[in-house]
């Protein structure tokens, strides 16, 4: 059976989109950083498995707290600005079913000012993240964009069809597109700073 983990900071504009994808899921567990608009609300007509974790500036450390609730053996691993396509949503069920494979990593259709990116590193196939899992093959961490570690025994399932990917609306326009960059590039530069 499958858990769904996604984590939320003001998504008010999101979340529903994203919970109407993964209504299939057997728990849905929402992590939400003391949202301040109706994410929490709208949320709550999807699940009761609310919980709440300190604001801070990336998510990663919310999401491990997420898997840690978890109580099925696989875990879908979803941000509140992505979307998973019905074939998707099939492919992944069945890859479950088989019982074959212990994680599978997933293309992402990444859309830029409301334009899907086809080309660079961004293009779905150029792309993709270990998304969905079974819990006992992973390790837990708080650093950024890495937030757990897979074990070097695990059999991982590439998806090779980029029809076959998250929808991802990163960036909605040039402000909100700057203001992840400071941020993310300050916190990198903390770190580094840090390990010296």
């Known amino acids: 059976m499958i858990s769904v983990i996604i984590h939320t900071l003001n998504e008010e504009k999101n979340i529903r989109n994203c919970l109407e994808c993964v209504k299939w899921v057997d728990e849905i567990i929402i992590i939400d950083m003391h949202s301040k608009d109706k994410t929490v609300q709208i949320a709550k007509e999807y699940t009761d498995k ?26 879908l691993s979803v941000d509140a600005d992505e979307i998973v396509p019905v074939d998707l949503k099939n492919i992944l069920i069945k890859i479950m079913k088989e019982n074959y494979y212990d994680a599978v990593s997933i293309p992402h259709f990444n859309y830029f000012f409301g334009h899907a990116i086809i080309g660079g590193d961004c293009a779905p196939l ?14 837990y961490s708080d650093n950024i964009h890495s937030f757990f570690q897979i074990d070097y025994k695990a059999k991982i399932y590439f998806i090779e069809n980029k029809e076959l990917s998250f929808i991802h609306f990163g960036y909605i326009d040039v402000e909100h597109f700057l203001e992840k960059l400071n941020r993310y590039t300050t916190i990198e530069a903390k770190a580094l700073y840090l390990k010296q």
């Open 50 to 75: 609310i919980f709440f974790f300190e604001q801070m500036e990336y998510a990663d450390p919310a999401r491990s707290y997420g898997l840690s609730l978890a109580t099925n053996e696989w875990i």
């Open 126 to 139: 150029e792309n993709p993240h270990i998304r969905f899992f079974k819990r006992n093959i992973v390790s």
